[in-house]
């Protein structure tokens, strides 16, 4: 039977990709969206016209209650999951002098908690069943800080130390724990950013000169779940076109 795999945000620039790359490799692939997001069947319907039959769920990653929800509806309907993609995320780009708490509790919940709900309910299975893939999309950004990013740079920091750990713990069990971190990919998330600051201040810090594809983070999370990677756990791999590099 085919593993499934759960892709959070997957109607989002990377999490389409993932989403692709998962389906063309057999997996059954299956995503979530905001509770509020009015075109996710219109998504699902152009999906499947280019041949891929996803099944989506709406599930607010950054409350405990609706992953919870969710997750139980999957593994009801469908059954347990087998690779959990943690993608959904959020920016809310601003100076700390300008940052509020709004802005900081909305990064944190939907990037960082959303990690702890999402995973909760997934992992004990993982354990039980002897195989399972916990796959963390963090950023470059967490790895070297950001202008404008104090509340996601935390965030995505935060994910990795959650990966780390969950990996030690779960490391004798067949589950593997990864985060990713990838650097500026072409996705409405960059294209949000002032196309001057992109230009002058971005494009020049990335020694390929571009911006990543979605497809290229989507081909190293297909590696990520593989059996062949069932040695590599707690890693923090980055792709990022060389623009940091440690
Ligand atoms: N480095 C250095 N200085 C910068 C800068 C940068 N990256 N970005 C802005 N500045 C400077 C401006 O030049 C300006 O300087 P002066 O005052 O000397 O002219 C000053 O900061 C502007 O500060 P303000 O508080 O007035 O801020 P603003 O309202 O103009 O906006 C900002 C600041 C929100 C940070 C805006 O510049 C911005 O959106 N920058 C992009 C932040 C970014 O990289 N976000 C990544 C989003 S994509 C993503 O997150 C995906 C991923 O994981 C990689
Ligand atoms: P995107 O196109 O804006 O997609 C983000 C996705 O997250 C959307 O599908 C959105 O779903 C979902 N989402 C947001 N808040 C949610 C919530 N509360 N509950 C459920 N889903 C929610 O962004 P992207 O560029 O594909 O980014 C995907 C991930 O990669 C993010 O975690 C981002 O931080 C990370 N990342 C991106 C880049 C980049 O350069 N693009 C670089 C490094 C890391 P709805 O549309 O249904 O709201």
Known sequence: MARIALITGGMGGLGEA???????LGYQVVTTHSPGNTKANEWLAGMEQQ???????????ADFESAQKCIAQITQEL???????NN?????????????????????KTNLDSVFNMTKPVCDGMVERGWGRIINISSVNGQKGAFGQT???????????FSKALALEV?????????ISPGYIGTKMVMAIPSDV????????????????P??????????????????????????GGQHMY
């Open 198 to 213: 992109l230009e002058s201040k971005i494009i020049p810090q990335i020694p390929m000169g571009r911006l990543g594809k």
């Open 18 to 24: 993932i989403c692709i790359k998962m389906a063309a």
């Open 151 to 161: 509340n996601y740079s935390a965030a995505k920091a935060g994910m990795h130390g």
């Open 215 to 240: 497809e290229e983070v989507a081909g190293l999370v297909a590696y990520l779940a593989s059996d062949e990677a069932a040695f590599l756990t707690g890693a923090n791999i980055a792709i990022n």
């Open 88 to 108: 959904a995320g959020i920016t809310r780009d601003m100076t700390f002098k300008k940052m509020d708490k709004v802005n900081w509790d909305a990064v944190i």
């Open 51 to 61: 041949g891929y039959k996803f099944r989506a769920y709406p599930c607010d990653v």
């Open 79 to 85: 059954g347990p999951i087998d690779v959990l993609v």
């Open 171 to 179: 490391a004798r069990k067949g589950v593997t724990v990864n985060t």
